[in-house]
């Protein structure tokens, strides 16, 4: 089946240091969502990539979705100690299952 | 309300026994995702419903897991003769439409409630 994986696993930062995760799936996506977990909550919606080579910007942050979509990027600029938490991102499978990749956790050092 | 929820918020239960989670969706979203997430552990899919009828249910890890939405509302996930490696946080969501359809403005956003955190002694 397909399978979507999300790299690293772990990443330290300094705070105002840049960090990215990496997410890379088996099969081509109709589209792919973003979405940040703090620790002890639930995971919120950041956003949701559709075009072939599309980039998005909100604030810091920077999304990249891959020419043949089935990679794409989470980039965040200058790091603070509110970017903390785990980052994931997930794909449709056919039309009724969702994978998520393992996430990202983000601890930023002060 | 103002976003999904779902009860109960903790859950201890001995081995075993059955539980039942409730998941309330956002009014007016027809679909709705059960996923089950261990410590410090990504999502795993469990099952999606559309209206009241899930097209797939190879999600469930297992037959002793079911469940059922009913009134394009409400949805139940029963797990019977509970084990240990059952423990883990239990995450329902919601979204306008399914994820499937992309499109743009987000009317696939999933909206996550709090969870059920299930321990099994």
């Known amino acids: 089946g397909q399978q979507v994986m999300q790299i690293p696993q772990y990443q330290h930062v300094q705070e105002g240091e840049d960090f990215t995760t990496y997410c890379n799936s088996s099969?081509?996506?109709?589209?792919i969502q973003w979405y940040k977990q703090r620790p002890g909550g639930h995971p919120v919606f950041l956003i949701q990539?559709?075009?072939?080579?599309e980039v998005k910007k909100q604030k810091r942050l920077t999304f990249q979705f891959g020419e043949a979509k089935k990679n794409s990027s989470l980039h965040i600029t200058a790091t603070q100690t509110t970017d903390v938490g785990t980052y994931f991102c997930?794909?449709?499978?056919?039309?009724?299952?969702?994978?998520f990749g393992k996430g990202t956790r983000l601890h930023i050092l002060p | 309300g103002a976003g999904v929820s779902q009860s109960p918020s903790n859950k201890v239960t001995e081995k075993g026994k059955d539980v039942e989670l409730r998941c309330d969706p956002i009014?007016?979203?027809?679909?709705l995702y059960w996923y089950r997430q261990s410590l410090g552990q990504g999502l795993e899919f469990l099952i999606y419903?559309?209206?009241?009828?899930?097209?797939?249910k190879s999600g469930l890890p297992s037959d002793r897991f079911s469940a059922e939405r009913t009134g394009g509302s409400v949805s139940t996930l029963t797990i019977q003769r509970t084990q240990q490696e059952d423990s883990a946080v239990y995450l329902c969501?919601?979204?306008?439409?399914?994820?499937?359809?992309?499109?743009?403005?987000?009317?696939?956003?999933?909206?996550f409630g709090p969870g059920t955190r299930l321990t099994v002694l």
């Open positions: 969501a919601s979204s306008l439409v399914p994820v499937v359809r992309g499109g743009t403005g987000g009317l696939n956003e999933q909206f």
């Open positions: 099969t081509t996506l109709s589209n």
């Open positions: 990539l559709v075009k072939s080579g």
């Open positions: 997930a794909g449709p499978e056919r039309d009724d299952k969702i994978i």
């Open positions: 009014s007016g979203h027809t679909a």
């Open positions: 419903f559309q209206g009241n009828s899930a097209p797939d």
